[in-house]
């Protein structure tokens, strides 16, 4: 009772209060929404627009705040001392009353990056299925940024979006590594965790940063005015969809495949006695047909066991380069425009026939090798039965067309990002940010050793809340492993990142034994999330006990024939992961040329060497695109970051 008087008396203080305001309507940002989670033990701030000295109150908590907005029409409302729990509700008062629903105090994280950052739960389905299950929990919520870049100005809200609660179906849209990342930290230490996903597939680290911050990298500040010009912009969108269609349109117009209407090259009954075989999974440019470009078509016939009829079925086609349309039994059953997707197909349950069945696959190949990508699952599904589908197939050139260069990528070009999915952000209370990036960066990892601390310092200066805990992943393991060692973009882009470490409140998740030499997007994101989630638990939660880290670099020491070194994060201690013995150590002498070294570890120290080398300079460990086989770690599971002796500083 003395509760429900309390509110009635606020609520009539909030009447008299507004009572006299000017007749408008105040906004708030898309943020500030049913859902959402506040971050606690922290100064909140609540803000939105009004008219221009409009009286303004917020009840919240049984507290009453209030405020007059500016001769702009801005106004804000600053909470603090919130503690974790909810949810709750909100009140704002004006000439319009707005009441917010559902609202959790916990810690808020920015999920950013590029494409590894983004990818969703549905992309990675396959593998977790009892994870998807078993999602629903209120307490993680999640809202998604709308991919929009801005040239001109930063953005001061974004055009849609709103706060969604884990379920297995919402989750489906959840960012992976963020959900993996957000379940760990709830799972222990029981609070509300919100994700804010701002994340753009194939972005570099400049599309992130202010215009400030680009002033000390003049080529990409040079570049982030010229596409301030609008015009400018749709020329080169018109150029390219011209330019594109065109090919496209030639493409059809010379497929053979499609010359004859009574004989398509997906129709079932098609004499392909005349066409050539290929083993898939593969690429055409390994056959007689060479390195072409344009369209072939692919075609093997099956046997359907009577177990598989009547069925939904599921296709899997791993991943093709570029473009493919699939055919069953002359039914179009999907298509996928771009080479990074995996290609799962549905199949109806009327398609698949007992006995003999026909799978046409049309593939576009832009620019490169085309064709069906190695080491991934090729096979069909329908209930208890699998029919694999690799070997022979039959394939013949539809037409060949020149290499078709990609379109230009408005979205990627410097400070468009920040001002279009982070500047929206700025007033946000948060706990800290997660970053996977570097990909794209990848081509220019010098570069990157000031670009990546630049964009770190930049957010951390705009969001005001002085050095919050920025946590980021290391690139992954991809491309082919080499035989020898080599030089590698991809280990110098690590390096850089590892290299950050020296920023404060920052923290790495190796992630060099997760990945996939054949897929930029690896699946598995749950370790990737736990990792980061670890690197949480020590940064930000200021867990010290945690061991947050695999073994760091720390420092060599040469002795005769033989180089000594020592780490920092070795826990438990180190340990050669899965084998006897270490490997991936490569080790140079005075005309710097690394050859494969033997290494052993000692008193919690590693100790490398090769017996042709009697005056070694150097060592660097895992340093390649892919080092497959690395296996330094810690006692407690976590991998060594790869590293060089001969460039550290």
Same mark, same amino acid.
């Given at each position: 009772?003395?509760?429900?008087?309390?509110?009635?008396?606020?609520?009539?203080? $909030?009447?008299?209060?507004?009572?006299?305001?000017?007749?408008?309507?105040?906004?708030?940002? *898309?943020?500030?929404?049913?859902?959402?989670?506040? +971050?606690?033990?922290?100064?909140?701030?609540?803000?939105?627009?009004?008219?221009?000295?409009?009286?303004?109150?917020?009840?919240?908590?049984?507290?009453?705040?209030?405020?007059?907005?500016?001769?702009?029409?801005?106004?804000?409302?600053?909470?603090?001392?919130?503690?974790?729990?909810?949810?709750?509700?909100?009140?704002?008062?004006?000439?319009?009353?707005?009441?917010?629903?559902?609202?959790?105090?916990?810690?808020?994280?920015?999920?950013?990056?590029?494409?590894?950052?983004?990818?969703?739960?549905?992309? !990675?389905?396959?593998?977790?299925?009892?994870?998807?299950?078993?999602?629903?929990?209120?307490?993680? =919520?999640?809202?998604?940024?709308?991919?929009?870049?801005?040239?001109?100005?930063?953005?001061?809200?974004?055009?849609?979006?709103?706060?969604?609660?884990?379920?297995?179906?919402?989750?489906?849209?959840?960012?992976? !590594?963020?959900?993996?990342?957000?379940?760990?930290?709830?799972?222990?230490?029981?609070?509300?965790?919100? $994700?804010?996903?701002?994340?753009?597939?194939?972005?570099?680290?400049?599309?992130?940063?202010?215009?400030?911050?680009?002033?000390?990298?003049?080529?990409?500040?040079?570049?982030?005015?010229?596409?301030?010009?609008?015009?400018?912009?749709?020329?080169?969108?018109?150029?390219?969809?011209?330019?594109?269609?065109?090919?496209?349109?030639?493409?059809?117009?010379?497929?053979? #495949?499609?010359?004859?209407?009574?004989?398509?090259?997906?129709?079932?009954?098609?004499?392909?006695?005349?066409?050539?075989?290929?083993?898939?999974?593969?690429?055409?440019?390994?056959?007689?047909? #060479?390195?072409?470009?344009?369209?072939?078509?692919?075609?093997?016939?099956?046997?359907?066991?009577?177990?598989?009829?009547?069925?939904?079925?599921?296709?899997?086609?791993?991943?093709?380069?570029?473009?493919?349309?699939?055919?069953?039994?002359?039914?179009?059953?999907?298509?996928?425009?771009?080479?990074?997707?995996?290609?799962?197909?549905?199949?109806?349950?009327?398609?698949?026939?007992?006995?003999?069945?026909?799978?046409?696959?049309?593939? %576009?190949?832009?620019?490169?090798?085309?064709?069906?990508?190695?080491?991934?699952?090729?096979?069909?599904?329908?209930?208890?039965?699998?029919?694999?589908?690799?070997?022979?197939?039959?394939?013949?050139?539809?037409?060949?067309?020149?290499?078709?260069?990609?379109?230009?990528?408005?979205?990627?070009?410097?400070?468009?990002?920040?001002?279009?999915?982070?500047?929206?952000?700025?007033?946000?209370?948060?706990?800290?940010?997660?970053?996977?990036?570097?990909?794209?960066?990848?081509?220019?990892?010098?570069?990157?050793?000031?670009?990546?601390?630049?964009?770190? =310092?930049?957010?951390?200066?705009?969001?005001?809340?002085?050095?919050?805990?920025?946590?980021?992943? +290391?690139?992954?393991?991809?491309?082919?492993?080499?035989?020898?060692?080599?030089?590698?973009?991809?280990?110098?882009?690590?390096?850089?990142?590892?290299?950050? $470490?020296?920023?404060?409140?920052?923290?790495?998740?190796?992630?060099?034994?997760?990945?996939?030499?054949?897929?930029?997007?690896?699946?598995?994101?749950?370790?990737?999330?736990?990792?980061?989630?670890?690197?949480?638990?020590?940064?930000?939660?200021?867990?010290?006990?945690?061991?947050?880290?695999?073994?760091?670099?720390?420092?060599?020491?040469?002795?005769?024939?033989?180089?000594?070194?020592?780490?920092?994060?070795?826990?438990?201690?180190?340990?050669?992961?899965?084998?006897?013995?270490?490997?991936?150590?490569?080790?140079?002498?005075?005309?710097?040329?690394?050859?494969?070294?033997?290494?052993? %570890?000692?008193?919690?120290?590693?100790?490398?060497?090769?017996?042709?080398?009697?005056?070694?300079?150097?060592? *660097?460990?895992?340093?390649?695109?892919?080092?497959?086989?690395?296996?330094?770690?810690?006692?407690?599971?976590?991998?060594?970051?790869?590293?060089?002796?001969?460039?550290?500083?």
């Amino acid at each position: 009772m003395k509760s429900k008087m309390y509110r009635f008396g606020l609520s009539i203080l $909030l009447a008299v209060f507004v009572c006299n305001t000017a007749p408008s309507q105040i906004r708030l940002p *898309r943020l500030v929404s049913d859902g959402m989670v506040l +971050q606690r033990d922290a100064n909140v701030k609540i803000w939105g627009w009004a008219s221009k000295n409009e009286k303004i109150s917020l009840q919240f908590s049984d507290t009453i705040y209030t405020t007059t907005a500016t001769s702009d029409g801005d106004w804000s409302i600053v909470i603090s001392g919130l503690k974790a729990g909810g949810p709750y509700q909100m009140q704002i008062f004006a000439s319009n009353i707005i009441t917010i629903h559902d609202i959790m105090v916990g810690d808020v994280w920015v999920c950013a990056g590029q494409s590894n950052m983004e990818l969703p739960m549905k992309r !990675v389905r396959p593998i977790y299925e009892n994870e998807i299950a078993t999602s629903a929990n209120r307490y993680i =919520r999640q809202f998604s940024v709308p991919q929009k870049y801005s040239f001109h100005e930063p953005q001061e809200d974004f055009v849609s979006g709103n706060w969604k609660s884990a379920t297995p179906e919402t989750i489906l849209d959840f960012s992976a !590594v963020g959900f993996f990342f957000a379940k760990e930290l709830y799972e222990k230490y029981k609070v509300p965790i919100g $994700l804010i996903s701002a994340s753009l597939g194939g972005s570099p680290a400049e599309a992130w940063m202010s215009e400030e911050s680009l002033k000390s990298f003049p080529a990409y500040y040079k570049e982030a005015q010229r596409f301030k010009n609008d015009t400018l912009i749709k020329e080169i969108e018109d150029q390219d969809n011209r330019r594109i269609q065109s090919w496209q349109t030639q493409l059809r117009q010379k497929d053979e #495949g499609f010359k004859n209407p009574q004989k398509i090259w997906y129709d079932p009954n098609l004499n392909t006695s005349h066409w050539a075989t290929m083993k898939i999974p593969g690429y055409w440019s390994d056959t007689d047909l #060479g390195p072409v470009n344009g369209v072939v078509w692919f075609r093997k016939k099956i046997m359907v066991p009577s177990s598989m009829v009547g069925k939904k079925a599921k296709l899997i086609l791993g991943r093709i380069i570029d473009a493919d349309s699939v055919f069953i039994n002359g039914t179009f059953v999907g298509t996928i425009s771009y080479q990074y997707p995996p290609r799962r197909y549905e199949v109806p349950s009327n398609l698949l026939k007992e006995g003999e069945n026909t799978i046409v696959v049309r593939i %576009i190949s832009n620019e490169g090798k085309g064709g069906f990508v190695l080491d991934k699952r090729y096979e069909i599904i329908a209930g208890n039965d699998t029919i694999n589908l690799k070997g022979d197939w039959h394939y013949r050139l539809g037409a060949k067309m020149g290499s078709l260069a990609s379109q230009t990528f408005i979205r990627w070009k410097p400070l468009g990002l920040f001002n279009g999915m982070i500047a929206p952000l700025i007033n946000y209370s948060m706990k800290g940010v997660i970053w996977y990036q570097g990909e794209s960066n990848a081509e220019r990892p010098n570069e990157y050793r000031e670009l990546f601390p630049a964009l770190i =310092r930049d957010w951390r200066k705009n969001w005001e809340r002085g050095d919050f805990p920025f946590l980021f992943v +290391q690139l992954h393991n991809f491309m082919e492993s080499k035989h020898q060692p080599s030089e590698s973009n991809w280990a110098l882009l690590r390096e850089a990142q590892l290299k950050t $470490l020296s920023l404060p409140n920052t923290a790495m998740a190796v992630t060099i034994d997760i990945g996939e030499w054949n897929d930029i997007h690896p699946l598995n994101k749950k370790d990737v999330g736990k990792r980061l989630a670890l690197a949480a638990e020590r940064v930000a939660y200021r867990d010290e006990q945690v061991v947050s880290s695999g073994p760091l670099y720390q420092s060599m020491k040469i002795d005769g024939n033989k180089i000594q070194l020592t780490f920092t994060n070795t826990g438990g201690g180190l340990v050669a992961h899965g084998d006897s013995a270490l490997k991936h150590f490569a080790i140079a002498g005075t005309d710097s040329q690394f050859v494969w070294a033997k290494a052993r %570890i000692e008193n919690n120290t590693v100790i490398v060497w090769n017996d042709t080398i009697s005056h070694p300079v150097a060592v *660097r460990y895992a340093w390649a695109d892919n080092p497959e086989g690395a296996n330094l770690y810690n006692k407690e599971g976590l991998p060594a970051s790869p590293f060089r002796t001969d460039q550290f500083k």
